[in-house]
């Protein structure tokens, strides 16, 4: 995971996607980053490239990823849920949540997760958050390994549900993620509809990795701007706590 986070072009891509909408937060020079569902801590490394003087921590469940950001060098992350957050309220700037929400329980735990999220973060935080997208095939809900694929309806209405005010939220991977169709559409015909990442990074050349890459970045841009794709594999959004005012102060 930690080969395929550092190398594959769809990880970069994204990465700068997350940039592109974090730059609308207009974050200050220090604060602190919690990265609920840390993994191996590359988004952690790739944070604090980018904002030297902030301070970030990590927790996740699988203690096969802390062991590796360890490994790494990545030392301030914990083993713990993102349905209980071990953190006060009010004690985080930044939340980064990436491909967590659709891991957890079904029927209320993202809910609960977002909740948590909103109460670590300080009045006016800022939360990034990226989950799958339901798109063609219907994927429906798995019940033995707890996965859901999203609207972008259902996960507005649940951001503001959790006090969180939407300032981007849109499909991304629009025109690539149409290459997914017919792995996705084999699924269809097995037991479950969740089978996991790829196991191994696989190979393409340069010039391909940077034009998929520009063109994930591309996407970004455009939801940058207040545009929104119609079609997408993944869901982008960043949001804001709303302040120990009325919203509508914010």
């Not at 699988?62 to 950001?69: K, R, S, V």
């Not at 594999?233 to 509508?248: F, H």
Request: net charge positive.
């Amino acid at each position: 995971m930690r080969d395929l986070e550092e190398g594959l072009w769809w990880n970069a891509g994204m990465r700068d996607v997350a940039a592109l909408l974090l730059h609308l937060a207009r974050l200050p020079p220090d604060g602190v980053l919690l990265d609920v569902g840390c993994g191996s801590g590359q988004t952690m490394t790739w944070f604090e490239r980018g904002h030297p003087g902030w301070r970030t921590v990590g927790i996740d469940v699988a203690t096969e990823g802390l062991a590796a950001a360890r490994a790494r060098g990545v030392n301030a992350v914990a083993r713990a849920s993102a349905l209980e957050l071990p953190f006060r309220s009010e004690s985080v700037d930044l939340v980064i949540t990436l491909d967590v929400l659709q891991h957890v329980p079904l029927r209320g735990g993202d809910a609960k997760a977002l909740a948590e999220i909103a109460r670590v973060l300080k009045p006016g935080g800022y939360v990034f958050v990226r989950t799958n997208a339901q798109a063609f095939p219907h994927t429906p809900d798995d019940l033995a390994f707890q996965f859901h694929k999203y609207q972008p309806e259902e996960l507005n209405a649940k951001l503001a549900a959790a006090g969180l005010r939407v300032i981007r939220l849109s499909r991304v991977n629009a025109v690539l993620g149409l290459a997914e169709i017919p792995r996705e559409l084999r699924v269809r015909k097995q037991e479950h509809s969740y089978h996991g990442i790829l196991a191994e990074p696989r190979t393409a050349s340069r010039l391909s990795s940077r034009l998929k890459r520009g063109w994930l970045r591309w996407e970004g841009w455009v939801v940058r701007r207040g545009g929104r794709w119609p079609l997408g594999r993944t869901i982008v959004a960043l949001c804001q706590r709303y302040g120990a005012g009325p919203r509508g102060d914010h």
